[in-house]
């Protein structure tokens, strides 16, 4: 079955360090989600790409849905503490009835 | 606009009794999700619904678990008997469409002793 690789599996920064992560998949995706879980509540939405290429910002997070349409990256800038949580990508195909694949995580720890 | 309601919050049971979860998902969503997650782990798809139809429930294990949607809002899901490996959350997640932008609720947390 489709699957996606997200690394790094976790990561322990400095504040005010930048961050990067990203999600790979066997087949092509035309949705990448971008979603943040923090202890005890559900995951919620960062950023959505629909377009190969797309480039799109949410204050301090920026995210890129790759030009071969099987990879993802997410940036976090100038990191605070309160960025720590678990980051997922999730990707949608074209293949099938708009399932919502997800990654294994990237939790991030910021030191102040 | 209210969000994604799930309940409970917490349940704990022991291995072989029953439990049912249930979800509200934000008003006019078409489409809701069920998902199970368990530590460590991202959310794993169990059942998907559009309006109170089945689109998807390919990783649903049937023999135990089940879902419904009657009248195209709330849903439910039900675990029949439940197994050790069922602890997890289940997550609630509702979309206005098939391709559309997920958002969840808080989620249920599952302990089977």
Redesign the interface.
């Known amino acids: 079955g489709q699957q996606l690789n997200q690394s790094p599996q976790s990561m322990f920064i400095q504040e005010g360090e930048d961050v990067s992560m990203n999600c790979t998949s066997s087949s092509i995706f035309n949705t990448w989600l971008w979603y943040k879980q923090e202890p005890g509540e559900g995951p919620v939405l960062l950023i959505a790409l629909y377009k190969a290429g797309e480039l799109t910002s949410n204050g301090r997070l920026t995210a890129q849905f790759g030009i071969t349409r099987k990879d993802s990256f997410l940036n976090i800038s100038a990191s605070i503490p309160s960025d720590v949580g678990i980051y997922f990508c999730a990707g949608r195909s074209s293949s099938n009835t708009g399932k919502l694949i997800f990654g294994q995580g990237t939790t991030l720890q910021v030191k102040p | 606009e209210a969000g ?1 309601a799930q309940s409970p919050r917490y349940k704990i049971i022991e291995k072989r009794q029953s439990v049912a979860f249930w979800c509200n998902p934000i008003s006019g969503h078409a ?1 809701l ?1 069920w ?1 199970q997650q368990i530590l460590g ?5 169990l059942i ?1 619904f559009q309006n109170n139809g089945v ?2 429930d390919s990783q649903l294990p049937k023999d135990r678990f089940s879902a419904e949607r009657l009248k195209g809002v709330d849903s439910t899901l039900k675990i029949q008997p439940a197994k050790l490996e069922d602890s997890a959350v289940y ?1 609630c ?1 509702s979309s206005p ?3 559309g ?7 249920s947390r599952l302990t089977v002793l």
């Open positions: 994604v489409t999700y998902y782990q991202g959310p794993k798809l998907q689109v998807d997550l997640a469409t098939t391709t932008e997920l958002f969840f609720g808080e989620g």
